[in-house]
C-alpha cells in the first residue's frame, strides 16, 4: 500500500499526464512584494509552516493544525518539547514562525517513518527564511478572503482509502474548489494535477459530503502568488475511469 504521493511515483502517466498543467487556467494575484531567493531550510518544511500556520492564523485550533507534527513527535516520545514549540506560536512574529519550522520537522516520523527524522532542534530558519514564510503567509489570508470561504481544511479520506493506496490528506475545500497548497518556485507539474484528481475521487468516496460540491480543482502558489483553476467538467470521463481504476483501486 502506499500515499497518494508514492503511488505517483510509482505509475507512468500517458504522454503530458493524465491532466495537462497547461489546461489549468492561470490568474495572477499581484501583491508589489518581492520574496528573498534564499532561505535556509528545506522547501518542504516551508510548504507546511505555510499551509499549517495559514490554517491557525485564519481560525482553527492551533492543536488542529499541526495535528500531523504532534503525532510525529508522539511516535519519538518528543511529546513535550513539541508542546513547549506548540506553545510559542502565538502569531507571525519571528520568534513564532522559527518554533513553527521546528514543529514541523516531527511531520517525516508520521508521513514517512521515523527513519527519516533529523532533530528539529537543528532547524534554525534565518530572517530571509522568516520573512518569505510570513509573506506568504499573509498571501495566503488574502487569497482565502478573495476565494473563501473555507468549508474543510486539514481533512484526511476515511472511506476513500483502497487497497492501494491508504494515505494522503488534502489542504482545503471552498463551497465549489478542491484546493492545493504549493510554495514551489516552478509552476505546476502533472504530478500536482494528479494529486489533484486522485484527492477528488479519494473525496466523493470518503466520508465527507462536501466533496459533493466540489466542481473546479484549484492551486494556490503563494511564493508565486498565483492561482491555477480547472472546471471538472473539462476532465474526460475516460480520465476519470482510469485513474479510479488503474491508480487507486477503485
Known amino acids: 500500500m502506499a500515499s497518494v504521493t508514492q503511488r505517483i511515483k510509482e505509475i507512468k502517466q500517458p504522454r503530458g499526464g493524465y491532466i495537462k498543467p497547461k489546461e489549468f487556467t492561470i490568474i495572477s494575484l499581484e501583491d508589489g512584494?518581492?520574496?528573498?531567493?534564499?532561505?535556509n531550510i528545506h522547501?518542504?518544511?516551508?510548504?507546511?509552516v505555510v499551509d499549517y500556520m495559514t490554517r491557525y492564523t485564519a481560525g482553527t485550533p492551533i492543536d488542529e493544525a499541526f495535528r500531523i507534527s504532534l503525532l510525529g513527535a508522539s511516535l519519538i516520545k518528543e511529546d513535550d518539547y513539541a508542546k513547549k514549540l506548540?506553545?510559542?506560536?502565538?502569531g507571525l512574529d519571528d520568534s513564532s514562525i522559527s518554533n513553527a519550522c521546528k514543529l514541523v520537522?516531527?511531520?517525516?516520523?508520521?508521513?514517512?517513518?521515523?527513519?527519516?527524522y533529523k532533530p528539529v532542534q537543528d532547524i534554525e530558519a534565518d530572517s530571509n527564511t522568516i520573512s518569505n514564510?510570513?509573506?506568504?503567509?499573509k498571501r495566503s489570508l488574502e487569497f482565502m478572503e478573495k476565494y473563501g470561504p473555507v468549508t474543510k481544511d486539514g481533512f484526511t479520506f476515511a472511506g476513500g482509502y483502497t487497497d492501494i493506496v491508504s494515505s494522503g490528506d488534502g489542504d482545503f475545500l471552498t463551497e465549489t474548489t478542491l484546493w492545493d497548497f504549493k510554495v514551489s518556485n516552478k509552476a505546476p507539474t502533472n504530478a500536482h494535477t494528479l494529486q489533484l484528481l486522485m484527492y477528488y475521487l479519494m473525496g466523493i468516496h470518503s466520508i465527507h459530503e462536501e466533496f459533493q460540491t466540489i466542481k473546479s480543482l484549484g492551486i494556490f502558489n503563494p511564493r508565486l502568488n498565483n492561482v491555477y483553476l480547472l472546471e471538472m467538467?473539462?476532465?474526460?470521463?475516460?480520465?476519470?475511469?482510469?485513474v479510479s481504476s488503474k491508480v487507486i483501486g477503485y
Not at 86 to 90: A, D, E, F, R, V
Not at 105 to 116: H, N, S
Not at 233 to 242: A, G, H, L, N, V
Open 86 to 90: 506548540l506553545k510559542g506560536i502565538k
Open 43 to 48: 522547501s518542504s518544511l516551508i510548504g507546511l
Open 33 to 39: 512584494v518581492d520574496l528573498y531567493s534564499d532561505e
Open 133 to 137: 514564510i510570513r509573506n506568504m503567509i
Open 105 to 116: 520537522g516531527y511531520d517525516v516520523c508520521f508521513r514517512a517513518g521515523v527513519i527519516g
Open 233 to 242: 467538467s473539462c476532465i474526460s470521463p475516460e480520465i476519470i475511469e482510469e
